[in-house]
């Protein structure tokens, strides 16, 4: 199953051979009496060549209006190393061009896409969403005989890049479809159908033809094409981009030496640089963080057991140079700090994340911006070696970059270095160790078990309303946070919530509660963040404002926190300070505890509202109990009870009347038959109106007793089948201000005093209500499933 195409509007750039960004200075001639080649005829004795291409295609898309949302967005990646000779006679002659053919590639290939698209129904958001991933990895046909080719005389030339697997290939396709389903009375529930299925891709990878010129000396050359622009679905609605990326880089494979490049933490050296992960200052942004790599490049003849004739006969190297490529340069420091100024995500920083430090004063030479680093011979350990090393400095806990390591021979030879892991050879080495098309390390990705794109967001504990996500890609979870001073890396496979505490109190055992709560069956809760601190809190409540537009994510929308506060003076009760619906973070303003109820289950209570959860139903009223004076058909006066519905401001409590006028009603003690009356002593004066919270059957009282949403403050409830009877309830289970009695419901079962009291509830299992990603869509709560007690 395909996910729909859309349709690139307009190109708006195309390129080329490659600009120099950050260079260092040239050498210079190694005779400053020979005279520059005039032609490419240098090239003629070159045998072998070695290459490679690297290629990326994004896209996203997105409409919203009052009735529709609609998402789309897709990411392929795809790098291939090859090995290129030149063709026999019998397959080549040509005196105006130059050509070697591949004869191997191998490669890796991603392809990932994902949909949405939902309409506002019967007051709900009902629709469907999906993914679409896959990965290659292996060999690449060659069965259009692809040939790297120039002309001699200007050096002009064409290659295709590579991208098509010799067999076809499977992606993985999971969606789920949210339908409509009215059952009696209107009532809506959600009936979500999940689909898995495996789609074979037969078509290629990538393929983008690079033009470029050749160099007239036989030394590496790279050329890259890029053409990026508007990106729609033929409507002309919504806003959307598409970028396509590909580069290429060939270099001759000289058959006496090599570079051999060897990196290791600087802080722990001996160690495997595949354990390394990037790492920035946490106390001063502009600082590196503490674990720089060393770098080290080797030249030597290839062979592995080298004679003293091989040893003699190599040409002193001028120089190393040590190379970054696609580096990032991600704001700040980590996804939330330092806090960005203004509402806007901030660009890229001027500075890239990555740099190289000179060390040794008169042997090394860096480039203006530091991402390139000329180094001289220095002493090694075996002085028949050439060898030199750098440290390379780390800004950023998501810093990125490829890595290239040349050598500048005194005979006018560039060799390209590689890195060997296995039986592999690395001439671009990705730093940190990762996966290709991927800038997470790979080790965090091994022990997080994940296999998706840095775009996914595919958290799915706890289960909550059957989305998926927290609104943090893989590559923004990977990259962190810092809470309370230090950095947290968050775990892919949980949701996450960011609470910044101005509330104070048993804050921090609500939300190790709330984690606790959530989770069920091993499998794990919400996981809460409330330990941020001012400069870790951005006034958005934006949690990922660092985030550039190369930072790989599951949406557009960014991903907000929620704040907690005291209630104001005005208000005599905690609430969720909601400005929209859906109830997500970014929904609501604040979260405010009332001083006089600030307990564990207050706190919980009102966070799981601005995440989605309802109370057990909606029923529950406030009224004002007066006593008045009534008049029998006899002319006797008696005194009664009489019961005027108010409503609350959700914010203040401030009741005001419905509009119904007063109604006559029965009062009675919970296990008792005799009606209770009011003083009926006809010279003592009326009691002075008392408010009251009545509780019915099916309301924010019903259903399992101990839950954190259910109300445990009504002063009466009426009884089934009887709507004018108000009982007091015998007893009122004291509020637990520690938490400990309370969880949360998994049905709208009553337990305890319920169904008994106050019913079943009209709508339960409360964490089946929770949301935390913002982007996710409202979904219909199942409601009405529990039969009321007659």
Aim: hydrophobic share 35%; aromatic share 8%.
């Amino acid at each position: 199953m395909a996910v729909c195409a859309l349709a690139l509007a307009a190109a708006t750039t195309a390129k080329a051979q490659i600009a120099e960004e950050d260079p260092l200075p040239p050498l210079p001639p190694v005779d400053p009496n020979q005279q520059p080649p005039t032609n490419w005829s240098a090239w003629l004795g070159v045998g072998k060549v070695l290459g490679l291409s690297k290629a990326d295609i994004t896209s996203n898309w997105s409409y919203e209006s009052e009735i529709t949302r609609k998402r789309q967005s897709g990411q392929e990646h795809t790098t291939v190393f090859m090995e290129l000779e030149i063709p026999s006679p019998e397959e080549w002659v040509s005196d105006t061009s130059v050509k070697w053919k591949v004869t191997s590639a191998n490669g890796f290939g991603s392809r990932m896409s994902s949909y949405s698209s939902y309409a506002l129904t019967a007051g709900h958001w009902l629709g469907s969403e999906g993914v679409l991933q896959g990965t290659y990895t292996g060999p690449l046909s060659l069965r259009v005989r692809p040939a790297l080719s120039f002309r001699l005389a200007d050096g002009a030339g064409q290659f295709s890049t590579l991208g098509e697997p010799p067999v076809a290939w499977a992606a993985d396709f999971n969606a789920s479809v949210t339908e409509l389903n009215p059952v009696g009375g209107g009532v809506l529930v959600r009936n979500v159908s999940e689909v898995q299925l495996q789609d074979p891709f037969r078509d290629p990878l990538e393929g983008s033809a690079v033009d470029f010129t050749a160099p007239k000396a036989a030394v590496p050359f790279s050329a890259q094409f890029s053409v990026d622009g508007p990106w729609g679905d033929g409507s002309g609605l919504g806003q959307g981009s598409f970028q396509r990326k590909a580069l290429v880089q060939f270099w001759p494979d000289w058959n006496d030496l090599e570079v051999r490049v060897e990196i290791e933490d600087s802080t722990n050296p001996g160690t495997n640089y595949s354990n390394w992960r990037p790492e920035g200052n946490l106390e001063t942004p502009n600082q590196g963080g503490p674990r720089p790599l060393r770098l080290k490049a080797t030249l030597r003849p290839k062979s592995e057991f080298p004679t003293p004739e091989q040893l003699l006969a190599m040409p002193p190297v001028r120089r190393f140079r040590f190379e970054l490529a696609d580096t990032s340069r991600e704001p700040g420091v980590c996804m939330n700090w330092p806090s960005p100024a203004g509402t806007n995500s901030p660009p890229e920083d001027s500075d890239y994340d990555l740099r190289f430090i000179a060390t040794v004063p008169g042997a090394m030479e860096l480039s203006p911006k530091k991402t390139k680093a000329g180094v001289r011979p220095l002493p090694g350990e075996d002085p028949n070696l050439p060898s030199a090393w750098v440290l390379l400095e780390c800004f950023d806990f998501g810093a990125h970059a490829n890595l290239q390591v040349y050598a500048d021979l005194a005979d006018g030879r560039v060799i390209v270095g590689h890195m060997k892991v296995g039986e592999e050879k690395r001439y671009l080495i990705p730093i940190p160790d990762r996966p290709l098309g991927s800038l997470v390390a790979r080790k965090w990705r091994d022990d997080h078990k994940v296999t998706g794109a840095d775009s996914e967001d595919g958290d799915d504990q706890p289960e909550g309303d059957g989305q998926q996500g927290d609104g943090f890609s893989v590559y923004e979870e990977y990259r962190g946070f810092r809470v309370n001073g230090a950095h947290v890396s968050l775990d892919p496979a949980v949701k996450d919530l960011f609470v910044r505490d101005l509330n104070g109190g048993p804050v921090e055992a609500a939300c190790r509660a709330l984690e606790n709560k959530t989770s069920d069956g091993g499998r794990k809760g919400l996981k809460v963040h409330e330990q941020l601190r001012a400069d870790e809190w951005h006034p958005s409540r934006v949690m990922n404002p660092n985030r550039s537009a190369r930072s790989p994510r599951v949406s557009n929308e960014l991903q907000h926190g929620l704040l907690l506060v005291p209630a104001g003076t005005n208000a005599n009760a905690s609430y969720a300070d909601l400005i929209a619906l859906p109830p997500r973070p970014k929904n609501t303003r604040q979260v405010a505890v009332h001083p006089t109820d600030n307990t564990v289950e207050t706190i919980v209570h009102e966070i799981a509202h601005a995440i989605g959860a309802d109370h057990h139903g909606d029923s529950d009223y406030y009224a004002v109990w007066q006593v008045r004076e009534v008049r029998a058909a006899d002319g006797t006066v008696s005194r009664r009870f009489f019961e005027q519905k108010m409503k609350s401001d959700p914010k203040t409590g401030v009741l005001t009347p419905t509009g119904d006028p007063p109604e006559l009603i029965r009062v009675f003690r919970e296990n008792n038959q005799r009606e209770t009356l009011p003083d009926q002593r006809t010279n003592a004066p009326l009691p002075a109106p008392s408010q009251k919270f009545i509780a019915t059957r099916g309301g924010q009282h019903s259903g399992h007793e101990s839950c954190f949403m259910r109300y445990n403050c009504a002063s009466a409830y009426i009884p089934s089948g009887r709507p004018l009877d108000r009982i007091i309830p015998k007893s009122v289970i004291l509020a637990d201000p520690t938490g400990v009695y309370y969880e949360f419901c998994r049905s709208c079962l009553g337990t305890g005093m319920n169904p008994a009291r106050y019913g079943h509830a009209f709508r339960g299992n409360c964490p089946a209500q929770l949301c935390v990603r913002d982007s996710a869509p409202e979904r219909p709560i199942a409601t009405g499933q529990c039969a009321q007690t007659p």
